[in-house]
């Protein structure tokens, strides 16, 4: 099971950092995703990462602001959030794939979101 938090309300041009932790272990074939629901919409790929060797990949909305890492022995990922803006407000959720993709539907293990609310 995963467990988001870290969200809050930020001015434009602040940072929050999140982190989503698991309650076992995540194995080295797991890849680590953060996405994002705002009201109306429907979830995006934000970040992930692969367990076993830490490459990431981000959305073109994020890339240079957004950084996503892990933590191995804490079984933990990270999204740090720089310079954000009020578009990046929305419930935002880790998960956990075996599949290097940005589709939504291949990862499973859904934990409760954390809302990030941007204010201008």
């Known amino acids: 099971q995963l467990q988001a938090c870290g969200g809050g309300l930020v001015q434009a041009g602040g940072s929050l950092r999140l982190s989503c932790a698991a309650s076992?272990?995540?194995?080295?074939?797991?890849?680590m995703g953060w996405f994002r629901q705002a009201p109306g919409k429907e979830r995006e790929f934000v970040a992930r990462?692969?367990?076993?060797?830490?490459?990431?990949y981000y959305a073109d909305s994020v890339k240079g602001r957004f950084t996503i890492s892990k933590d191995s022995a804490k079984h933990t990922v990270v999204l740090q959030m720089n310079s954000l803006k009020p578009e990046d407000t929305a419930v935002y959720y880790c998960?956990?794939?075996?599949?290097?993709?940005?589709?939504?539907?291949?990862?499973?293990?859904w934990g409760q979101g954390t809302q990030v609310t941007v204010s201008s």
């Open positions: 998960s956990k794939s075996t599949d290097w993709t940005a589709n939504p539907r291949s990862y499973n293990s």
């Open positions: 990462i692969r367990w076993s060797t830490g490459n990431t």
């Open positions: 076992g272990r995540i194995f080295s074939s797991s890849v």
